[in-house]
C-alpha cells in the first residue's frame, strides 16, 4: 500500500486558516472513517490531534479541525499561533493495516 | 496515565537482526481491544507503520515489510518486542510503539522513540 498524499509544505500568518489535504483511495481513506492527525515537533513523539476523521481528543484546542470527502481527508487549523509550526501526519486505517501520509511541514510566518 | 518506553541498541550492522522492546504502564494487553504499534521514522522523512498487535495475539504487519518483522508480547511483563531481519542502512530510523486502545483505529499516547542506526 502506498503512503496518503499530503502536500510538502504549507503557510500562514498568525490568526490565518490553513488547510492541510490527505489523499488516499478508496481502499483507505475513502473506505473508512478511520482518519487520525498527528502533530509531530522537532525532535519529539507525534501526538494525536483528530480522531475518527472529526474528533478532537480532549486538550487539543477548538482550532484544530477534520473532515473528509470521498478519498480525501483534511485538517484546518483555524486561528493559526506560533506553537502550531510542527509537522503534520494523517493516518487511515486500510483493511487489517494502517498507512500514514507523507507529512506536511506547517510554517507561521 | 498511559506511558511506553522503547529500548534497544543504538547501533546495528548490516544483515542483523535488530530487536526493540516497548515498556508501557497504566494500561493491560490482556484487556479486550487494546492493542500496541509500532511506527517509523527515518531522519527527515515521515512516519511509516510497521506492525500492530492485539490483546488476543492477533498482529497486523506491514505489507512490504512483512516478511521481516515480528511482534510479540509478554502480559506479564507489560512489554512488546519487535524484531526485524536483515537490517540495511535505509533501516536506520526512530522506532516508536504507540497505544490502540479498544476499538480505536488511531493511536496514542507514544513512546519518545527509539533512534536506531544501521551502519557497518
Known amino acids: 500500500q502506498s503512503a496518503l498524499t499530503q502536500p510538502r509544505s504549507v503557510s500562514g500568518s498568525p490568526g490565518q486558516s490553513v488547510t492541510i489535504s490527505c489523499t488516499g483511495t478508496?481502499?483507505?481513506?475513502?473506505?473508512?472513517?478511520?482518519v487520525s492527525w498527528y502533530q509531530q515537533h522537532p525532535g519529539k513523539a507525534p501526538r494525536l490531534i483528530i480522531s475518527?476523521?472529526?474528533k478532537r481528543p480532549s486538550g487539543v484546542p477548538a482550532r484544530f479541525s477534520g473532515s473528509k470527502s470521498g478519498n480525501t481527508a483534511s485538517l484546518t487549523i483555524s486561528g493559526l499561533q506560533a506553537e502550531d509550526e510542527a509537522d503534520y501526519y494523517c493516518?487511515?486505517?486500510?483493511?487489517?493495516?494502517?498507512?500514514f501520509g507523507t507529512g506536511t511541514e506547517v510554517t507561521v510566518l | 496515565q498511559i506511558t511506553l518506553k522503547e529500548s534497544g541498541p543504538t547501533l546495528v550492522k548490516p544483515t542483523q537482526t535488530l530487536t526493540v522492546t516497548c515498556t508501557f504502564s497504566?494500561?493491560?494487553?490482556?484487556?479486550?481491544?487494546?492493542?500496541v504499534a509500532w511506527v517509523r521514522q527515518p531522519p527527515g522523512k515521515a512516519l511509516e507503520w510497521l506492525a500492530l498487535?492485539?490483546?488476543?495475539?492477533?498482529?497486523r504487519y506491514s505489507p512490504s515489510l512483512k516478511r521481516r518483522l515480528t511482534v510479540t508480547k509478554d502480559t506479564s511483563k507489560n512489554q512488546v518486542t519487535l524484531t526485524m531481519t536483515n537490517m540495511d542502512p535505509v533501516d536506520t530510523a526512530t522506532y516508536y510503539c504507540?497505544?490502540?486502545?479498544?476499538?480505536?483505529?488511531?493511536?496514542?499516547?507514544w513512546g519518545l522513540g527509539a533512534l536506531v542506526t544501521v551502519s557497518s
Open positions: 504507540a497505544h490502540r486502545g479498544p476499538a480505536n483505529n488511531w493511536f496514542g499516547p
Open positions: 497504566g494500561f493491560s494487553l490482556s484487556t479486550s481491544g487494546v492493542g
Open positions: 498487535i492485539y490483546w488476543d495475539d492477533d498482529t
Open positions: 478508496n481502499g483507505d481513506v475513502g473506505a473508512y472513517n478511520f
Open positions: 475518527d476523521v472529526t
Open positions: 493516518c487511515s486505517y486500510a483493511a487489517r493495516n494502517y498507512v
